[in-house]
T-cell receptor, first 115, second 112 residues
Framework: QKEVEQDPGPLSVPEGAIVSLNCTYS??????FMWYRQYSRKGPELLMY????GNKEDGRFTAQVDKSSKYISLFIRDSQPSDSATYLC???????????????FGPGTSLSVIP | DGGITQSPKYLFRKEGQNVTLSCEQN?????MYWYRQDPGQGLRLIYY???????QKGDIAEGYSVSREKKESFPLTVTSAQKNPTAFYLC???????????FGPGTRLTVT
């Protein structure tokens, strides 16, 4: 079983739809959860990160973490064609100044928002 | 503008040749990372460095080498020992926590 799993898609939705992107993980030590967006042939950019369980909202984006189920989600409201990209989830354990607990990335879900 | 630059964007090499990928950052970040991205796989960590003159192997370091002589620079050499070097290589940097990683635009290496 991979440490982090993500539905690869591709996911295709009409403009204005609500999009749900999901990841599951196996390591209960993960405390920090990130979502990155990667446009084609570009480097990923950090969208949001959350600590432990709960929700975090930033504009049209909401990140949700359910540690009991080892499941995280990213919701995109009022999706736009400019949201078409690959979305990578990422997670890590406790961060320390003296050592690096590496970030584990999911394989990404490809999203297309059709005008 | 602060950011990370990688060069070149595309690189073609013959099998058996070593090649060096450049990564420079002006974000004043202490930590820098090299990842490899292949279709259908997550980013895999090759090497990372938390401080100048120090670096650590990641999950797939075999066939790669790095140096960290300056805070701003973290070049990656893909050696002829790397069995399957054709991939998209991403460089990133972060503060000491390693959480918020900022990525460069990537270098696509093709070895034939």
């Amino acid at each position: 079983q991979k440490e982090v799993e993500q539905d690869p898609g591709p996911l295709s939705v009409p403009e204005g739809a609500i999009v749900s992107l999901n990841c599951t993980y196996s390591n209960s030590a993960f405390q920090y959860f990130m979502w990155y967006r990667q446009y084609s042939r570009k480097g990923p950019e950090l969208l949001m990160y959350t600590y432990s369980s709960g929700n975090k909202e930033d504009g049209r984006f909401t990140a949700q973490v359910d540690k009991s189920s080892k499941y995280i989600s990213l919701f995109i409201r009022d999706s736009q064609p400019s949201d078409s990209a690959t979305y990578l989830c990422a997670m890590s354990g406790i961060m320390k100044k003296t050592s690096y607990d590496k970030v584990i990335f999911g394989p990404g879900t490809s999203l297309s928002v059709i005008p | 503008d602060g950011g990370i630059t990688q060069s070149p964007k595309y690189l073609f090499r013959k099998e058996g040749q070593n090649v060096t990928l450049s990564c420079e950052q002006n974000l004043n970040h202490d930590a820098m990372y090299w990842y490899r991205q292949d279709p259908g796989q997550g980013l895999r960590l090759i090497y990372y460095s938390q401080i100048v003159n120090d670096f650590q192997k990641g999950d797939i370091a075999e066939g790669y080498s790095v140096s960290r002589e300056k805070k701003e620079s973290f070049p990656l050499t893909v050696t002829s020992a790397q069995k399957n070097p054709t991939a998209f290589y991403l460089c990133a940097s972060s503060g000491t926590s390693g959480l918020e990683q900022y990525f460069g635009p990537g270098t696509r290496l093709t070895v034939t």
